[in-house]
């Protein structure tokens, strides 16, 4: 059997080159298109045999809209030569095809978002490598669970780093946008959480880390909440020998339900030596042990 042909960027007739193989080629073409027309976004629709009726969209971090039934591109604002479109939905065609048959030759971030773009129920998937945050778009009627164990499962496979994973229902034109639903992965953290101790007599807050042999504990008052236990948390880390300056941005709850894991945190941590901050999202039976696991996960960053 034949080996499938690569997909590059070629130089353009005014001489600036379009660059990328496979999906980023893909994209840079729709980002052109996007560019030169003044426009905000520029989704279009891609039918492929095996994956189904496919939206991409430009800016890449951001998900399509939906489509009317039989339209194959929207434009923000409308108004762009319909040519110079299906250009470039032809090349996305393409690149589907091929990188369907050699995922191999592409970047991790792409081979993902092939497999997850060929999971039942999806027709939309926007990477944010910059705050590293993958969003899943699914179609009307599709079962969310499946989806979002089996996104869940390819993400774990496919990529070394701390992710938030997003699963999104319709939105756009043809239907109401539904809240996301947020899902996440983390790979194994620097340190581990042994215990979260509250003495609500004297008001004080212990959090207890384990990182190797190293054992360390932080405090802060109870009173403080979410944003104690960070910094609990914090003060545990900086017990390690020779660990990273960190310091907390902020700390959120974003969810509160009954259960063993109803409770989701979310906290950044400030890093010197960059410029953007380090999230982390942690689950717990309250807000302490979340506010604690989420600023082990952004540690972990």
């Known amino acids: 059997m034949s080996e499938p042909p690569a997909v590059n960027g070629v130089?353009?007739?005014?001489?600036?080159?379009?660059?990328?193989?496979?999906l980023a080629l893909a994209y840079a073409a729709l980002e052109r298109v996007r560019s030169e027309h003044g426009l905000d976004r520029l989704t279009v629709a891609v039918d492929d045999s095996r994956l189904g009726r496919q939206l991409l969209v430009a800016p890449r971090a951001d998900l399509p809209?939906?489509?009317?039934?039989?339209?194959?591109?929207?434009?923000?604002?409308?108004?762009?030569?319909?040519?110079?479109?299906?250009?470039?939905?032809?090349?996305?065609?393409?690149?589907?095809?091929?990188?369907?048959?050699?995922?191999?030759?592409?970047?991790?971030?792409?081979?993902?978002?092939?497999q997850l773009r060929a999971l039942d129920g999806v027709d939309g998937v926007a990477i944010d490598e910059e705050r590293d945050v993958v969003r899943v778009q699914t179609t009307p009627g599709a079962t969310t669970d499946a989806v979002a164990h089996d996104a869940l499962g390819l993400v774990r496979a496919g990529l070394d780093r701390t992710v938030v994973v997003e699963l999104v229902g319709s939105r756009?034109?043809?239907?109401?946008?539904?809240?996301?639903?947020?899902?996440?992965?983390?790979?194994a953290p620097l340190v581990e959480l042994i215990a979260v101790r509250e003495d609500r007599e004297t008001g004080d807050l212990e959090v207890h880390l384990r990182g190797g042999e190293?054992?360390?504990?932080?405090?802060?008052?109870?009173?403080?909440?979410?944003?104690?236990?960070?910094?609990?948390?914090?003060?545990?880390?900086?017990?390690?020998?020779?660990?990273?300056?960190?310091?907390?941005?902020?700390?959120?709850?974003?969810?509160?339900?009954p259960g063993e894991?109803?409770?989701?945190?979310?906290?950044?941590?400030?890093?010197?030596?960059?410029?953007?901050v380090a999230p982390g999202i942690g689950t717990g039976s309250n807000p302490i042990e979340a506010a604690a696991q989420a600023t082990i996960d952004a540690l972990s960053r």
């Open 172 to 187: 756009g034109l043809a239907a109401p946008r539904t809240e996301p639903t947020p899902i996440s992965w983390a790979p």
């Open 11 to 22: 130089a353009a007739s005014d001489g600036d080159p379009l660059e990328g193989q496979g």
């Open 261 to 276: 894991v109803g409770c989701v945190v979310a906290v950044a941590l400030d890093d010197p030596r960059r410029a953007a």
């Open 214 to 257: 190293v054992r360390t504990i932080g405090r802060a008052a109870l009173a403080d909440g979410v944003v104690g236990a960070a910094e609990a948390t914090l003060q545990a880390w900086r017990e390690r020998p020779g660990a990273p300056p960190r310091s907390l941005a902020w700390a959120h709850v974003v969810e509160t339900t």
């Open 65 to 114: 809209d939906r489509l009317e039934p039989g339209a194959g591109w929207h434009a923000e604002p409308p108004g762009c030569a319909a040519t110079d479109i299906e250009l470039a939905v032809t090349l996305c065609r393409l690149v589907l095809r091929v990188g369907r048959l050699d995922p191999g030759a592409l970047s991790p971030v792409d081979t993902l978002e092939l």
